[in-house]
């Protein structure tokens, strides 16, 4: 096959035999992922992936067929199979990340009151991998560890965006911008509220997950410098009033560097 080379000379990566089927398949186990116990819909799969019906179908089908999916006889929909699970006990070494972060976010829960969130990135989409819950009476239980969404739809997944080059998180936007509709946003809401991030220095999200309640977050970023996660506070909205917003964020920014730091350290 013949070399192909841009205009400045550098040679363009060709792609591989199969490539775009095994990512097909990939982003249709990412949506099954999101569904949790609950699963989803083959018209849900068709609407998140842009792929066409027969597509999907046969995607989802061979899926089952490997065990890495599975339908439900009640609800028709589709979850993530159990032979997933089995296979992710092959390793069980836990993430770098999470276990430097674990000590700050039980010590910033302790000090703040409020659930408190550690979101990681993943490929397109934002992952919740620990919760904290803290003191105050009243928890705003937003999300669930194992959540994943879109980058873009959460206060944790607009900060990572904020962090990334204006370029690298409008290319992200654009390939979640289908997706979007499912959570009742758009592309051009989402750019705003990164742009906004960006001035900020934090992540606001006045309307959260849960009405009543908002949410910031600050975002964490890796040994090399690419934001790799983000952590959240979710609480009722009179607990993230103008004058506590400005305690909290500083908080959660003295965390998030902490972390950074004991990464860092740990490498």
């Known amino acids: 096959m013949a070399e192909r080379r841009s205009a400045s000379g550098r ?27 609950e699963g989803v819909r083959l018209s849900e799969v068709v609407q998140s992936t842009a792929l066409t019906r027969p597509t999907v179908h046969r995607i989802v089908h061979v899926l089952v067929e490997e065990g890495i999916a599975e339908r439900s006889d009640k609800s028709g929909r589709y979850v993530i199979g159990r032979q997933v699970s089995e296979l992710a006990l092959a390793r069980q070494s836990r993430s770098p990340l999470l276990v430097a972060a674990e000590p700050y976010l039980a010590k910033v829960s302790a000090q703040l009151g409020d659930t408190l969130f550690l979101t990681v990135r993943t490929g397109l989409d934002t992952l919740c991998v620990a919760r904290r819950i803290g003191s105050y009476p009243i928890q705003v239980l937003s999300i669930e560890v194992g959540a994943r969404r879109p980058l873009g739809v959460s206060s944790a997944g607009v900060a ?64 090399d410098g690419a934001p790799a996660a983000a952590i959240t506070i979710s609480a009722v909205r009179h607990r993230l009033n103008p004058r506590r917003e400005a305690e909290v964020a500083e908080t959660l920014l003295d965390a998030a560097h902490t972390v950074e730091r004991a990464i860092a350290a740990a490498k």
């Open 160 to 223: 990572i965006l904020a962090a990334l080059p204006a370029p690298d998180a409008r290319k992200i936007v654009a390939a979640n911008q289908v997706r979007f509709k499912a959570y009742r946003t758009s592309m051009p809401a989402v750019l705003g509220q990164i742009q906004a991030a960006r001035r900020r220095g934090y992540e606001l999200r006045d309307i959260g997950l849960v009405p009543g309640t908002k949410s910031l977050s600050a975002w964490i970023r890796g040994p």
């Open 11 to 37: 040679e363009i990566p060709q792609p591989r035999p199969g490539a775009q089927a095994i990512r097909r398949a990939l982003s249709v186990l990412r949506i099954l992922a999101a569904g949790r116990e």
